[in-house]
């Protein structure tokens, strides 16, 4: 078992002995009778005002006028969901779009690797705003991108239920509320001490999933209060584990459908490796001339490698065929496709009420979570050696005039494995407390003082290649010597030699903070004919923080290969006031038995940004006993994230093929390029660099503006009399101005030459080698892309539900689903002025972003069982006109590149058996064990033959699950 594993093991014994010694409890998954806001619109039972997410205001009803879809934990616990993320990633507004969560191991992406969060229409997840019991948490993550709330901390054996409010509400809540707001809710009281053991495991091995989990809570006269703890551990899946990823290929047919992958002529030929493309190494290449040597098939050395023998033809071309030649493959390669990740998470919550003020309620809550994740994988390494070393001048070589170069130029370039590793530790420590009571004058009116404080903490470490210790093969007296042409070093063999000749652990450390208070007065203003005149009116301060201190092989641009990375640190703080008004329009005549009309507005002053105000209406309109109408308009707003404002200087690598228009720019059809490049005298045939462009990104403060937005939804609710059925359908649509972005070096290079104006400032934001450069001439070689505000973003569709719940004599059935169509999905860079056919992106229905996806559920409950078959869908989509499907692959002219995912439909299925002190739950997700779709290299981002982006699709495989809880 790896250290790490022990002491998380350890750690939970010390939770269990402190917690359970009154036999601590359970995986605490709500029993509450509602599962949607429609189902809770009578106000018999409602005892007390309550507060609806979106609103400020206390109210007698449970209605809105804007959508919300509420989530219970026991529905998705029942569809063998595992935790948070899992539940909240897979609604079906959320689907729709790409989600950071384990999957993006070996990705540098905002967060870190490991962290799972939550982005709502496909506007990401710094414009999500999730909030824990109606307040907000802070981030969690690592590296200098950390902004947006991690769902990795919240324990799901404490949650009851989540509530998504579907359109934008900053005037209620604030900043990043520009997508949708989700709303945690969490058990308040627990009756008995719980305890839950549950695991999910694929009918294949690779990313099992167990946890131990439990509750204890004292209830009395006057509160009450709830501790909790989780363990939960995530194997990692390797991409070896599965054939879809295992054995990554071209895929590339001809007009008929026939494969015409490269033939494999290595070594690995007619081995489970053989025709793989995982990883390019155990060669060596001469830099100038282009030829390559090869491990002999027949072992006969040819040249000064033991071993090996040349291939005189640079490329795998050779006549009309195509070849695996080289070793492109080996048996010790698999890389994480999965993270392996364990947590132990702590929760706790009280609520008293005190005889202070004539009466008032405190109630606290507080929250730790440790995260553990584990990135496992390869890379290459290929070091230019001996000659005229100065060829790429960010290389320091040594001069050693005993050394002797087995290639004909006089510089190699050996290709070698080497191991890619991350490990992260997170620590989150999130305490909240709030006070409230009534006010003694008017009629219902209340007050709430909160304040809540976030501490974040995560350490990254990373084995890296030290750039000034890998120039050649031979060092000084004092370091190692490593002879990067031996074939043990080469095949990855001697991989301990090589890591300790080159190799170094790099530490970073992030910490994020926040502090946030806020003070609500609400009540009834005034009385109408049709009911009081509510209003809500408060202030909230928040502040907030992050440093991220990079290694110093980071800042020093030490790293091989791998990004740099300076320190980002920096604060910032905002003072809000806000009000909320809602009136009675009409009430109890004909075609109306209630209109509200409710308006919020918030202004606020933030120390980056500066000040500005936004706000919104919504119409609640209850036709009749059958037909809800509701509407809303409204502006939110996004102050820039402290990372896109103070983010240190980080570059990484792309390439060239993928970034720049001139490649090849006598055959474009853009009439502007054709003009600009030929104007910067580049040759109508450029075929680019050899090495990738490197690309420079930093934080925008002092330049950026914060962003705003206009969203706008209009819908219906019918719940006929006659039969037992309730129908939602909402239109949205949400435009965001002034989007804090990073162009990317295509969108930058394409600004520059796909424009009438040239030059122009898009043209001052990289630099290209000199025409007389001894390689790499004229290619790309620096881009600054920092952030900057574009133009725009707009996402329109529809969001629709169905339900019936209806009791039989041989028992109740549930039948509900969920769906979500995208009909625009539009991002603009540039003036739409400018015809570039770079100035914008249509991402709806790429792969990534289906137009629709879909989930459902059908339960019958008989007795002590309820059975459970789940549905979640997602429908095509398609790559094809943003790469080429029809192309040359190397002497094959009319080759055929597949672009497209199919749609896939999962089945999962479960039995839940409850007695009164016990329940069990047994099922399987992806009963038919659907496979991801594949597409061709050159389709998308891949990982195998999978599109990496596509996280709507199981890698898992048919995964049976078990849940097992005593209550004592």
């Keep these: 078992m790896p250290e790490s594993s022990k002491n998380l093991v350890f750690r939970t014994s010390l939770l269990a002995a402190a917690i359970a010694a009154s036999l601590y409890g359970t995986q605490a998954w709500a029993q509450e009778e509602a599962e949607e806001e429609e189902a809770q619109e009578t106000t018999e039972e409602i005892t007390d005002r309550v507060t609806v997410t979106g609103s400020l205001l206390r109210r007698d009803e449970f209605t809105s006028s804007a959508p919300i879809q509420v989530v219970t934990a026991e529905t998705q616990v029942q569809l063998g969901q595992v935790d948070t993320a899992e539940f909240l990633q897979g609604s079906s507004i959320a689907a729709g779009s790409t989600q950071l969560n384990n999957q993006f191991s070996g990705f540098v992406v905002e967060g870190g690797t490991g962290v799972n969060s939550l982005s709502l229409r496909g506007l990401g997840a710094q414009r999500t705003l999730v909030l824990l019991n109606n307040r907000r948490p802070g981030p969690a993550g690592t590296r200098g991108q950390v902004g947006a709330f991690d769902l990795n901390v919240i324990p799901s054996s404490i949650i009851q239920r989540a509530e998504i409010l579907k359109d934008g509400a900053s005037s209620i809540y604030g900043s990043d509320a520009v997508a949708g707001v989700v709303n945690v809710i969490t058990r308040r009281s627990i009756d008995n001490p719980e305890l839950t053991v549950s695991a999910s495991m694929p009918f294949e091995s690779g990313g099992e999933t167990y946890s131990v989990s439990g509750a204890y809570g004292w209830n009395f006269d006057r509160g009450s209060v709830v501790v909790a703890g989780e363990w939960q551990l995530r194997e990692e899946l390797m991409t070896a584990d599965r054939d879809f990823m295992n054995c990554s290929q071209d895929l590339i047919t001809d007009r008929n459908g026939n494969i015409i992958d490269r033939e494999d002529r290595s070594i690995l030929a007619g081995t489970p490796l053989g025709g793989c493309g995982n990883l390019y190494a155990n060669t060596v290449i001469d830099a100038i001339f282009g030829d390559r040597y090869i491990p002999a098939p027949d072992g006969v050395t040819i040249g000064m490698i033991p071993g090996y023998r040349p291939r005189a033809n640079g490329t795998y071309a050779d006549g009309g065929q195509a070849f695996y030649e080289d070793v492109l493959n080996f048996d ?57 070393t100065a060829v790429i001048p960010s290389f320091v070589y040594p001069n050693n005039p005993d050394f002797v170069t087995p290639v004909d130029s006089g510089i190699a370039q050996p290709v070698i494995p080497y191991p890619s590793n991350a490990d992260i530790t997170v620590d989150y420590f999130y305490v909240a407390s709030g006070l409230e009571g009534d006010l003694p004058f008017g009629d219902n009116w209340s007050w709430s ?11 990254y470490v990373n084995n890296v290649i030290v750039a000034s210790r890998s120039g050649d093969v031979r060092f000084d007296d004092n370091a190692p010597v490593v002879d990067y042409f031996s074939p043990g070093i080469l095949s990855g063999d001697d991989m301990d030699q090589l890591i300790n000749a080159v190799g170094d652990t790099a530490k970073g450390n992030t910490v994020y903070d926040q502090f946030v208070a806020t003070a609500i007065a609400t009540g009834d203003l005034f009385e109408l004919p049709a009911g009081p005149a509510g209003l809500a009116v408060g202030a909230e301060y928040r502040y907030f923080s992050i440093d991220d201190q990079p290694d110093d092989l980071a800042r020093n641009g030490d790293l091989w290969g791998q990004s740099s990375a300076l320190v980002t640190k920096g604060d910032d703080n905002v003072t809000e006031i806000f009000g909320e008004l809602e009136v009675p329009l009409l009430a109890g005549v004909p075609f109306a038995e209630y209109i509200t009309l409710n308006a919020s507005a918030r202004a606020f002053d933030y120390e980056s940004a500066g000040s500005d105000w936004v706000w919104k209406v919504g119409l609640n309109w209850q036709v009749n006993p059958s037909l809800r109408l509701r509407a809303t308009e409204g502006t939110s707003y996004r102050a820039p994230a402290l990372y896109e404002l103070f983010l240190g200087d980080q570059t990484a690598f792309v390439d060239q093929n993928a970034i720049d228009p001139c490649i090849d720019w006598q055959n474009s059809s853009n009439d502007f390029i054709r003009t600009n490049c030929a104007a910067d005298g580049i040759p109508g045939d450029f075929t680019g660099g050899t090495s990738s462009a490197t690309v420079v990104s930093g934080g925008g403060a002092g330049v950026l503006e914060s962003e705003t937005s206009d969203a706008r939804t209009a819908g219906f609710i019918f719940t006929p009399t006659f039969m037992d059925v309730s129908v939602a359908v909402d239109y949205f649509e949400i435009e965001v101005n002034d989007q804090v972005s990073r162009l990317g070096g295509g969108a930058i290079l394409g600004g520059c030459y796909a424009a009438p104006n040239f030059p122009n400032a898009f043209c001052d934001l990289f630099n290209r080698f000199p025409a007389d450069a001894a390689t790499n001439a004229q290619a790309i070689d620096t881009v600054r892309d920092s952030f900057i505000n574009v133009n725009s973003q707009t996402t329109k569709g529809v969001d629709a539900s169905v339900r019936y719940d209806r009791g039989f004599a041989a028992g109740d059935l549930l039948i509900e689903a969920n769906g979500t169509w995208v009909f625009e999905d539009v991002v ?38 309820t059975y459970t078959w789940g549905l979640d869908y997602v429908r095509r989509t398609s790559n094809a006109d943003r790469v080429s499907t029809e192309f040359t692959y190397f002497d094959f002219p009319n080759a055929q590149r597949n672009a497209v995912a199919d749609d896939r439909l999962y089945h999962s299925i479960s039995v839940f058996y409850e007695q009164a002190r016990w329940s069990v739950l047994a099922g399987i997700t992806n009963l038919l064990d659907e496979d991801p779709p594949t597409v061709s290299t050159g389709a998308a981002t891949r990982r195998g033959n999978i599109a990496l982006n596509a996280t709507q699709y199981d890698l898992r495989g048919r995964t049976g699950f078990v849940r097992l809880n005593y209550r004592f």
């Excluded at 202070?356 to 496992?376: D, K």
């Excluded at 003082?449 to 350490?459: L, V």
């Excluded at 860079?829 to 570039?836: I, K, R, V």
């Design 332 to 388: 010790f390669y698999s890389e994480s496709a999965i993270n392996r990740q364990e947590r132990i998470s702590l929760y706790g919550s009280s609520d008293v009420s005190l005889d202070l003020f004539g009466g008032t309620q405190w109630n606290t809550e507080w929250l730790y979570n440790r995260r553990e994740t584990e990135a496992r994988g390869w890379r290459q390494f290929f070091p230019l050696t001996g000659g005229a």
């Design 449 to 459: 003082f909160d304040a809540s404080y976030t501490y974040s903490e995560g350490d």
């Design 828 to 865: 603009q860079l540039f003036d739409p002025s400018l015809a570039s056919g770079f100035d914008s992106d249509d991402l709806n229905a790429t792969i990534g972003r289906p137009k629709f996806v879909a989930n459902g559920r059908f339960a019958f409950e008989r007795g002590d069982f």
